[in-house]
């Protein structure tokens, strides 16, 4: 487990919770659904700025559920341990927001376009962050997730029906949104 957050890590937790803070105050309750967990750094943030949040997690690699569990302080409501591409299409619960952080890279590019289909369809808004373009980054600590398969652009998440919240060049990440984030 990090001890400390890396730069990136802490402006995409940064934009994430500014994005939830438009909508959401400390006292609202709302549910969220976390994809791609893995140590549970924003069910850990979600939880912490936002205490009346339910949180579900979900991510393809099972020795994360553990890691999150005990880095989150517990705090996701439930946490599964599959591919979120078949859960939600497969799945008929809804949450207020989507948070797919650094996700869509590790598929490959011709499932995006579904997956944040599906991901919308289940949920009022939907954030998400990913590197602008594509990343080389490979497996690490045996994970065979973990290696990036595609990149998106701006213009290709503007494309698919995504605002632009933010885009920070120099950590190469962009931050955006879809839909509702009020209940």
């Not at 590019?109 to 990913?130: A, M, Q, Y």
């Not at 652009?153 to 494309?159: C, F, K, L, R, V």
Request: glycine residues 10%.
């Amino acid at each position: 487990m990090p001890a400390r957050l890396s730069p990136r890590q802490n402006v995409r937790l940064a934009a994430q919770m500014a994005l939830l803070g438009i909508t959401y105050t400390s006292g609202d309750t709302f549910t969220a659904l976390d994809v791609g967990s893995e140590i549970g750094l924003t069910g850990r943030r979600v939880a912490q700025d936002f205490p009346r949040a339910q949180i579900d997690g979900i991510d393809i690699y099972g020795p994360t559920i553990t890691n999150a569990l005990e880095y989150s302080g517990h705090a996701y409501r439930t946490l599964r341990n599959e591919d979120a591409r078949t859960f939600l299409a497969e799945t008929d619960e809804e949450w207020d927001v989507g948070i797919a952080a650094e996700v869509l890279e590790h598929m490959e590019k011709e499932d995006g376009p579904l997956f944040l289909h599906n991901l919308w369809s289940r949920c009022k808004g939907v954030i998400v962050t990913t590197p602008l373009g594509y990343l080389p980054y490979g497996e690490k600590s045996g994970n065979p997730y973990d290696l990036h398969r595609c990149g998106w652009t701006q213009d290709e998440m503007e494309a698919l029906g995504f605002k632009t919240f933010a885009v920070y060049p120099q950590h190469h990440i962009g931050v955006y949104y879809s839909g509702d984030l009020r209940t």
